[in-house]
């Protein structure tokens, strides 16, 4: 089984290619505007240095979010397309999932990781993982705080004994988070590690939605009159929040 793994839910994009469980090939790049460039030559590259072309491929892993509400769906629609002229299967890892799951890997005796990342606007996203049967599940699923609630959480978090993750966590509570790449963001490597696994588990896979981790704003424009001589019907924005 070969599958491409995508994140650009945070400035940090990438694309894996995992081949039988391991990890063949991988493009990383720091890019905090104009993820729709850089990702896809990411993934020539991934592709190509793994040695395989796009008919080898047998599903995709997508990061679904939390993150950056304009970044992460670049990733989830170069999965669809691929998806869609490929006839692939398609996985959805959520941001956290993946920060929690190479925390377990490099620290299995942690009851439980905390993960934060940042949310923009103000916020940070956290959502509390557990390991089960070897995959990261959910406790909580993720929502935005406040920095300072995020604070309390994490300073929390750390005296009961979880492992809190997250680089975002420098910010508001300095010291307390276990930092590795892998953990500090989202990471294309291990987001189609998970992708692989969870299709080894199970022969079922439904489409991918997008996770925002809070409620969208909704942008109405001002109805026009009549005799503006305009369409007065009002105008309504599909933003999970504006673009962060």
């Given at each position: 089984m070969i599958v491409l793994g995508l994140t650009t839910s945070t400035p940090r994009g990438g694309v894996a290619v995992c081949k039988g469980g391991e990890i063949v090939a991988v493009q990383r790049y720091v890019e905090p505007r104009g993820h729709g460039e850089r990702l896809f030559e990411a993934l020539d590259r991934a592709v190509r240095?793994?040695?395989?072309?796009?008919?080898?491929?047998?599903?995709?892993?997508?990061?679904?979010?939390?993150?950056?509400?304009?970044?992460?769906?670049?990733?989830?629609?170069?999965?669809?397309?691929?998806?869609?002229?490929r006839g692939l299967p398609l996985v959805g890892v959520g941001s956290l999932e993946a920060m929690a799951f190479a925390a377990f890997e490099l620290e299995p005796r942690t009851p439980r990781v905390v993960a934060f990342v940042n949310a923009h606007k103000g916020e940070v996203f956290s959502s509390v993982l557990a390991?089960?049967?070897?995959?990261?599940?959910?406790e909580e699923p993720p929502r935005a705080f406040s920095p300072e609630a995020a604070a309390d959480r994490a300073r929390a978090a750390h005296q009961r004994g979880d492992l809190v993750v997250g680089e975002v966590v420098e910010q508001f509570a300095p010291g307390i988070a276990f930092r590795d790449p892998a953990t500090?963001?989202?990471?294309?490597?291990?987001?189609?590690t998970i992708a692989a696994k969870r299709l080894a588990a199970t022969t079922h896979t439904q489409g991918i939605e997008a996770v925002y981790g809070r409620e969208p704003d909704v942008t109405r424009a001002t109805p026009r009159r009549a005799t503006d001589g305009l369409d007065s019907a009002t105008n309504v924005g599909s933003s999970g929040r504006s673009p962060a």
């Open positions: 240095d793994a040695g395989i072309g796009p008919e080898s491929l047998s599903a995709i892993g997508c990061d679904v979010g939390p993150g950056s509400f304009t970044g992460l769906r670049v990733a989830l629609s170069a999965a669809q397309g691929v998806s869609l002229a390991w089960k049967d070897g995959d990261v599940v959910a500090d963001l989202p990471d294309a490597g291990v987001i189609a």
